[in-house]
């Protein structure tokens, strides 16, 4: 079995920081890529951040120059640092993951979520 579990969330103002953490845990073979989403009250959930294998990056345009995403290898755990963050990011933010469990099955794994709330 494999476990996602995030942390990190929080109430913070206008303008604040956070980081949020995703460590993967059980049967792993190997993590193919890694990937920050949320899903704010009433709407779908969204692509935040992306870190594939290779080291390459990807941001949605909304969070492009605030947010940073990170991966450390060793430890099997993904972050994003949220800076300048503004209201309209209040929402769950979710860890998802491509995990190899053996050399030929390759699944997809959520974490259970975690609040992200920004208001003064």
Do not use: H
């Amino acid at each position: 079995q494999v476990q996602l579990v995030e942390s990190g969330g929080g109430l913070v103002q206008p303008g604040g920081s956070l980081t949020l953490s995703c460590a993967a845990s059980g049967r792993i073979f190997s993590i193919n890529r890694m990937s920050w989403y949320r899903q704010a009250p009433g709407k779908q959930r969204e692509l935040v951040a992306d870190f594939a294998t290779g080291g390459s990056t990807d941001y949605a345009d909304f969070v492009k120059g605030r947010f940073t995403i990170s991966r450390d290898n060793a430890k099997n755990t993904v972050y994003l640092q949220m800076n300048s963050l503004k209201p309209e990011d209040t929402a769950v933010y979710y860890c998802r993951a491509r995990i190899r469990t053996t050399c030929a099955s390759s699944n997809d794994y959520w974490g259970q979520g975690t609040q992200v709330t920004v208001s003064s």
